[in-house]
């Protein structure tokens, strides 16, 4: 796709900064646009959907959370990466079988699905590692959102007769500046890890 944008007047005018800023953010917004329609035809040459879970698989998921990065850095907001993984989840196959597995699996994938926006970026990077990407307004707001992920996803475990488990869960924010969606990802990895090892710990120490 190709287009201009071309304002012009017949007399000389006096146009305000703010106007000349308005219809910069309006190129903005147009320019990325087009850029996500770009995105989603390239995202029809390759499985968009983890084909058990029904969110988006990897190689999708990094391409609309960079679009969003990239969105954000444009209009100024902040973009939150949570890094969700299943406790005991090799335990819980060994013991009672994939089919349990998978049915936990699902179970996450559908707890975040009904619990974050429609606008929220939610997909499985491969075995029990799950990813959501969303815009705050407020980060203060983000422990609130993590206890309500864990409680929902053992409500709904004990709702469908799975064994009880729990998550651990990293975050990470943007800083402002351009960066790639791998950087906030691993940043969100390293901090899931730290949890999981607290938990472990504290396992131990039972």
């Known amino acids: 796709m190709f287009g201009t944008l071309c304002l012009k007047d017949t007399k000389i ?12 953010q309006l190129r903005d917004l147009i320019e990325d646009d087009l850029a996500l329609v770009y995105s989603y035809e390239q995202m ?4 968009m959907l983890d084909s058990l879970t029904d969110i988006y698989n ?14 954000a850095l444009r209009l100024g907001f902040d973009v939150c990466c949570l890094f969700i993984d299943i406790n005991d989840f090799k335990k819980l ?8 597995g998978d049915k936990a699996l699902i179970i996450l ?14 997909g499985r990077l491969g075995g029990d590692e799950f990813v959501a990407v969303m815009q705050l307004s407020d980060k203060s707001k983000i422990n609130y959102i993590m206890d309500k992920i864990s409680t929902e996803y053992t409500n709904a475990l004990l ?6 488990l729990s998550l651990s869960i990293g975050y990470s924010f943007t800083n402002k500046q351009k960066q790639p ?16 090892q607290a938990y472990r710990l504290a396992k131990k120490a039972q």
Do not use: P
């Not at 005018?13 to 910069?24: A, G, P, Q, R, V």
């Not at 029809?44 to 499985?47: G, H």
């Open 93 to 100: 196959n060994d013991t009672f079988g994939h089919e349990v």
């Open 159 to 164: 709702k469908e007769g799975v064994c009880d």
């Open 58 to 71: 990897r190689r999708a998921l990094n391409l609309l959370a960079q679009q969003k990065l990239n969105l």
């Open 13 to 24: 005018t006096s146009y305000t900064d703010e106007y000349f800023e308005l219809i910069e």
């Open 181 to 196: 969606f791998e950087a906030l990802l691993n940043d969100a990895d390293h901090a899931m890890y730290k949890n999981k």
């Open 109 to 122: 994938a559908d707890t975040l699905k009904n619990h974050l926006r429609d606008a929220d970026i939610v």
């Open 44 to 47: 029809r040459e390759i499985a």
